[in-house]
């Protein structure tokens, strides 16, 4: 894929430079696409967070019948290779590739500065997991996929003939499936599943190119923070297992979990393409 992308790229860079410059406009509306990867920050810090006595605060320790860390095996970032730490975690912060349509007005100014607004939106699969591994032992897996990220950004950009190089922010918002996986037989696990959101913003830059009048492409990156506006929880209840299981002693209506971070940072490279009007 990005092979792929990165050939078009060059192919569009050299017709480019193959045409003659010329004085040019670049007030207007414009429509286009993007395409391109996107790849969520990875967080080795991450862990899955507790709450014992279901007081609503998380930072609980789960601890066995004697007393002792019923996590002291660890977590990891990532989806887990078995049910134990030893087995560890298969890093799946490798990103997807990303496909979107945009829409824009630019405004030419007489000094050669570039004002403009853009609004896009784009589909993809990008994810992210972190997994707790009890004494039991067992693992316990959070997954978040990013399904679309839409934006508005403001852009400024200073025209250079048939370049224009630009930096770009504004705010962006990201449909989110969180889901929960464990191979705990014992206890009952009811999540609060489905579709969320995550906002926020986006920052970049990029530069574009007119290979006609009417014509552009482009490269850009951009860097998005986004913050998930419900995180999912998830009750370990009695199920099958003893009063004496670690996540009932404390409560006996059970443990909730949660993903000790609600934040996702994302970074996007593609190439884009715009008809101006």
Same mark, same amino acid.
């Given at each position: ?90 890093? !799946? ?34 994810? !992210? ?149």
């Amino acid at each position: 894929m990005i092979k792929s992308l990165v050939a078009a790229a060059s192919v569009a860079a050299l017709a480019a430079v193959a045409m003659p410059a010329a004085a040019q406009d670049w007030s207007g509306f414009y429509i286009g696409g993007q395409a391109g990867w996107l790849a969520p920050s990875q967080d080795d810090g991450e862990r899955i967070l507790f709450d014992t006595n279901l007081d609503g605060t998380y930072g609980d320790t789960v601890r066995t019948g004697a007393g002792a860390d019923a996590f002291s095996p660890g977590f990891c970032g990532g989806t887990p290779n078995g049910n134990n730490a030893a087995a560890g975690c298969t890093d !799946d912060d490798d990103g997807a590739g990303e496909f979107g349509v945009r829409a824009g007005y630019d405004i030419h100014t007489s000094g050669g500065w570039v004002l403009g607004v853009v609004g896009e939106w784009s589909s993809t699969s990008a994810e !992210d997991a972190v997994t707790g591994f009890s004494t039991t032992p067992a693992s316990y897996t959070f997954q978040r996929e990013v399904t679309s990220v839409a934006a508005i950004r403001a852009r400024i950009g200073y025209a250079m003939d048939t370049w224009l190089p630009y930096v770009t922010a504004g705010y962006a918002t990201a449909q989110v499936d969180e889901t929960y996986s464990t191979s705990n037989t014992a206890n009952s696990f009811t999540p609060t599943s489905g579709d969320t959101d995550a906002d926020g913003f986006q920052i970049g830059g990029g530069i574009e190119k007119k290979l006609t009048d009417s014509f552009t492409v482009g490269v850009e990156y951009l860097y998005s923070d986004l913050d998930v506006n419900d995180s999912l929880v998830v009750r370990t209840g009695p199920g099958t297992a003893p009063a004496t299981n670690p996540f009932l002693i404390v409560n006996p209506m059970g443990t909730n979990q949660i993903r000790s971070s609600d934040s996702i940072e994302l970074h996007s490279f593609r190439v884009t393409a715009a008809f101006r009007f």
